[in-house]
Structures are given as C-alpha cells and as structure tokens.
C-alpha cells in the first residue's frame, strides 16, 4: 500500500495483521502486493524517499494461523477445500503455504524496507511505524482474529518440518524458531 500523504509504502504480507496495521495507515492493498511490485508503481525519488515498512511472523504460527481462517471463512476460495481435511496435520501435508515473507520484502535477495517490525510485538512495532510516518500512536484494532491454543500444541515432527522447509529463507532471515 502507498501512503503519498504520509510518503510511507506498507508491505501487506498475508496473516502478519496487515489488515489491522492498513485499517489506520490507509486502504489494504488486494491482493497483496509484493515490493518488486509496489516500486513498479511510484517513481523512484518518491521509492528513495519514503518510510517502507512491513511486519512478518513467525512461520508456524502463520501457517496456522491461515488454516484457522480458511476454516471461519465459508467465502475464502480454498474453505470448502479446507473443510475436506480431518485437521490441521492433513491440511499442512496437502495445501500449498502461503509465500514466503522474505519474497514480499526483497529485489533480488536484497531487503527493500528501512523497517520489518513482528506480529509478535504488533503494537509496539507499530508505535516505532507511527514515529517515523509521523502519526499519534494509536491501539491497533484486532481484524480477522482466529482462536486457537498455542501454535506449537497443533505440530508433529513431520509437520514441524513440513513449514520448516517451506519457510527456510523466513526462518533464517528473520531468526525464528520453532517454540519462540
């Protein structure tokens, strides 16, 4: 998304609470867009100069996270799909994943962005946002929550490396482990 008025580009990665972050910063971007994609569509002063941002997650929890809206969600186009597999564990060994973060964020392998902040310290992070946009800090809403236990009580080893393998470049680039 492109904020000329606050001369900011929000990176809009899916399940990393986009939609809560563009409810205050401006209209969501759909479907998401990457930042190869975003820069195709701003000169390269406004590209150079402005504050570009996103927020990434972990990758297990992501993934989760994303079955768990498929299935609340009878208008997502993979729900009656979704509704096929017994659980979680099915659904990891058959679906394809979401794409990696780190592709929505990176030019030939090179990070775009002057700031990735985490879902895991959404509000915080996005005070850091308001900051530098030059905003009053604001309590993000909480858009398209899903209800579940902890991420880590829903994977076995096999699907444990099921995302550990889809999301290398994820888990390496932004530190993640799997319980953290």
């Known amino acids: 998304m492109i904020n000329h008025d606050l001369k900011c580009i929000f990176v809009e ?3 990393t609470g986009s939609t809560s972050v563009s409810s205050i910063i401006g209209k969501p971007a759909k479907p998401h867009l990457t930042i190869v994609k975003i820069q195709n569509q701003v000169t390269k002063q406004q590209f150079d100069e402005y504050f570009k941002f996103a927020f990434v997650r972990n990758p297990w929890d992501r993934a989760l996270s994303l079955y768990r809206y498929i299935l609340k969600t009878p208008s997502h186009y993979y729900h009656k799909q979704c509704l096929q597999f017994v659980n979680f564990s099915a659904y990891l060994r058959k679906r394809p994943l979401l794409p990696q973060q780190y592709d929505f964020l990176s030019k030939h ?16 992070d996005f005070n850091t946002v ?13 858009h ?4 579940h236990k ?4 829903y994977y076995d080893e096999e699907t444990n490396q099921i995302v550990a393998e889809k999301y290398a470049k994820d888990i390496e680039y932004f530190g993640y482990k799997f319980g953290e």
């Open 144 to 147: 398209n929550p899903t209800k």
């Open 13 to 15: 990665v899916p399940k």
């Open 109 to 124: 392998g090179k990070n775009q962005l002057n700031f990735i902040g985490r879902f895991e310290n959404l509000q915080k």
């Open 130 to 142: 308001c900051d530098k946009i030059g905003i009053p800090h604001q309590e993000l809403p909480h």
């Open 150 to 153: 902890h991420y880590t009580e």
